[in-house]
């Protein structure tokens, strides 16, 4: 569907409304570690620094980024429209078991036979997974994958009582 066809269809949506509604719904979650523009279709759109309205706690300075997983069936097809939308032409690609992932800005692509993995909502980047631990605990969350080494840190998987699934990494130094 073409830019004009969505302003036709879904009047206000591509303006500053839409970029106004849009930072409601990102709220306070730091995606790219500093404040950061983003101009959908000329609106403004501010992705701020992680901050706890309360006051800073040890969680809220501990998680670092979110990144989108996105399950694909070939990586070589899915990376062009990713790295368009992202703007980036670094694209770093590696192994995790028998899957191919390939990070391109904010997005985890991964193939391969995902009907062994649980499906992640994403996966948040920590400084440490010690307060990640202690808060999943408390909360009677499942975890899924205890921490094991991967080959850019330590990750664990949880599935919270709520129902989503999100993967905690621990990035090496």
């Not at 930072?23 to 500093?34: H, P, S, W």
């Not at 904010?106 to 307060?131: H, M």
């Not at 009677?140 to 999100?166: C, K, Y």
Request: charged letters at 25%.
């Amino acid at each position: 569907m073409a830019t004009r066809e969505i302003a036709e269809k879904f009047p206000g949506l591509l303006g500053a409304e839409a970029a106004d509604a849009m930072a409601k719904a990102v709220g306070l979650m730091n995606f790219f570690g500093t404040e950061r523009r983003m101009t959908p279709c000329g609106g403004r759109l501010r992705l701020y620094r992680n901050r706890n309205p309360k006051g800073s706690t040890e969680m809220s300075n501990n998680i670092h980024a979110m990144v989108a997983n996105v399950e694909v069936d070939d990586l070589d097809t899915a990376i062009p429209l990713y790295q368009e939308l992202t703007g980036e032409t670094e694209v770093r690609r590696f192994p995790y078991r028998e899957l191919e992932l390939a990070l391109v800005g904010p997005f985890l692509l991964y193939s391969g036979p995902l009907e062994k993995y649980v499906s992640q909502n994403g996966t948040v980047i920590v400084g440490s997974l010690a307060p990640v631990l202690e808060a999943l605990g408390k909360a009677n969350a499942e975890i899924l994958e205890a921490p094991n080494e991967v080959p850019n840190g330590t990750r664990v998987v949880a599935r919270h009582p709520d129902g989503s699934v999100f993967e905690y990494m621990q990035l090496r130094a």
